[in-house]
T-cell receptor, first 112, second 111 residues
Framework: DAGVIQSPRHEVTEMGQEVTLRCKPI?????LFWYRQTMMRGLELLIY????????DSGMPEDRFSAKMPNASFSTLKIQPSEPRDSAVYFC??????????FGPGTRLTVL | DAKTTQPPSMDCAEGRAANLPCNHS???????VYWYRQIHSQGPQYIIH???NNETNEMASLIITEDRKSSTLILPHATLRDTAVYYC????????????FGTGTRLKVLA
C-alpha cells in the first residue's frame, strides 16, 4: 500500500517567492495533518483537517501560511511570501478515525 | 495529554537488545502510550502503542508498568538501521488529536 505522498521532496526558493507543498494522504484516511520540524522548535503541528474541513489551524505561524484540502485525496500548504525563517522540513500525516497517524517523507524547504 | 520524559541519548551494541525508557507519571486511565521513531531526514515512523498490557509486533515490544507511570520500548536485536530518534507520546484516542513530540531519545547503535 502506498503511504502518505508528499511533493516536492526538496524545494529551494528565494525570499518573497510563493511556495506550494503538496500532500496525498493514505487512501481511506479522513484526517490530515501538516507539521513543521526545525532544530530549534522540533516537530510542531500547523493545521489539522477532518473530512476535508480545517478543524484547528492555531499552529499556523502567520497569515503568510495557508492550507487547503479540496478533496479527500489532496492537500496543499502554501507560503506567500516565503521568508528565510520558513526554512524547515514540512511533514504531512494522515489517519482514519482516531487511529494512529502515519507520516509522509517530508519536504525540505530552503528559503534563501 | 500527559507529559513524557525520556533520556536524551543512548548507545547500544549491534545485535543486543535496546531498552528505551519513558516516564509518564501523570498519565490518565484512558491514555495510550505511543512510540515513533525518526531516522535521519525521514518522516516519523509508527512503531507500537499500548494501553496497559504489554504489546509486541514485528518491530518491537512495549512493556508498560503496572501503575502505568512508565514504559520501555524494546528492540530485541538492534541493527545499525535502528539508529534514530525515538519518541514516546501519550494521548487519549477520544481526546486531543495532537501528538506532542518532545525531544525524544537519540539511539545510536554501534557496530
Amino acid at each position: 500500500d502506498a503511504g502518505v505522498i508528499q511533493s516536492p521532496r526538496h524545494e529551494v526558493t528565494e525570499m518573497g517567492q510563493e511556495v506550494t507543498l503538496r500532500c496525498k494522504p493514505i487512501s481511506g484516511h479522513n484526517s490530515l495533518f501538516w507539521y513543521r520540524q526545525t532544530m530549534m522548535r522540533g516537530l510542531e503541528l500547523l493545521i489539522y483537517f477532518n473530512n476535508n474541513v480545517p478543524i484547528d489551524d492555531s499552529g499556523m505561524p502567520e497569515d503568510r501560511f495557508s492550507a487547503k484540502m479540496p478533496n479527500a485525496s489532496f492537500s496543499t500548504l502554501k507560503i506567500q511570501p516565503s521568508e528565510p525563517r520558513d526554512s524547515a522540513v514540512y511533514f504531512c500525516a494522515s489517519r482514519i478515525g482516531s487511529d494512529t497517524q502515519y507520516f509522509g517523507p517530508g519536504t525540505r524547504l530552503t528559503v534563501l | 495529554d500527559a507529559k513524557t520524559t525520556q533520556p536524551p541519548s543512548m548507545d547500544c551494541a549491534e545485535g543486543r537488545a535496546a531498552n528505551l525508557p519513558c516516564n509518564h507519571s501523570t498519565i490518565s486511565g484512558n491514555e495510550y502510550v505511543y512510540w515513533y521513531r525518526q531516522i535521519h531526514s525521514q518522516g516519523p515512523q509508527y512503531i507500537i502503542h499500548g494501553l496497559k498490557n504489554n504489546e509486541t509486533n514485528e518491530m518491537a515490544s512495549l512493556i508498560i508498568t503496572e501503575d502505568r507511570k512508565s514504559s520501555t520500548l524494546i528492540l530485541p536485536h538492534a541493527t545499525l538501521r535502528d539508529t534514530a530518534v525515538y519518541y514516546c507520546i501519550v494521548r487519549s484516542p477520544s481526546g486531543t488529536y495532537k501528538y506532542i513530540f518532545g525531544t525524544g531519545t537519540r539511539l545510536k547503535v554501534l557496530a
